[in-house]
């Protein structure tokens, strides 16, 4: 292609002819930030890298669905234009286990219940909210009921513990 500027003919050279595009996405977009991008010229190794948000981790670069690397940095020969997607998991997300225990009224006055869904020995603490212990119980039953009438009005901590599989989950109930 040429411009022509008054008697002089002027040549434009395309900067992305004979080259390839690699576009880099991810998912989901505040996951990470990643580096590589652009244009390469075919046959070229190129390097790509993602590096995870706070609260994110990478999981693994795809390609059009398919998994091409499970490292987040990689490199790989330019053939064609590409869109690789970083993929990343936010953090605790799938590591929460389902509620092993309710508790309720909540808020309660006198008595507070506990149901389980297991009646395997499990241990239970009381702390008051400047971390002392109050009470602690066993348990063996799928439900226990468990007298509050002698704290003070105010909100607790309430933690299982389940021995055999090492369970650990709390909860907040309040006591008017």
């Known amino acids: ?25 991810a998912n989901p977009e505040n996951g990470g930030t990643l580096t590589g991008e652009g244009y390469y010229l075919p046959e070229v190794t190129a390097s790509v890298s993602a590096i995870p948000n706070e609260n994110h981790e990478f999981v693994n670069w795809t390609k059009e669905g398919e998994i091409i690397s499970t490292t987040p940095s990689f490199t790989f020969t330019v053939t064609e234009n ?6 990343f998991k936010p953090l605790g997300i799938s590591e929460i286990a389902p509620a092993a225990f309710n508790i309720y009224p ?6 507070i219940k506990i ?7 499990a241990q239970i603490e009381i702390y008051n909210m ?6 602690t119980f066993e348990l063996s039953e799928l439900e226990t009921e468990i007298n509050i009438s002698g704290f ?3 909100v607790y901590l309430i933690r299982l513990i389940d021995n055999r599989t090492l369970l650990l989950q709390s909860y907040c109930f309040i006591k008017h």
């Open 152 to 154: 003070s009005s105010g």
């Open 115 to 121: 149901v389980r869904l297991t009646n395997e020995k």
């Open 130 to 135: 400047f971390g002392a212990k109050l009470k």
């Open 1 to 25: 292609m040429a411009i022509r500027w008054g008697s002089h003919s002027y040549g434009i050279v395309d900067a992305a002819a004979d080259k390839y595009l690699v576009t880099l996405v």
């Open 106 to 111: 909540n808020p309660a006055t006198d008595k």
């Open 82 to 87: 590409v869109t690789l997607t970083a993929n």
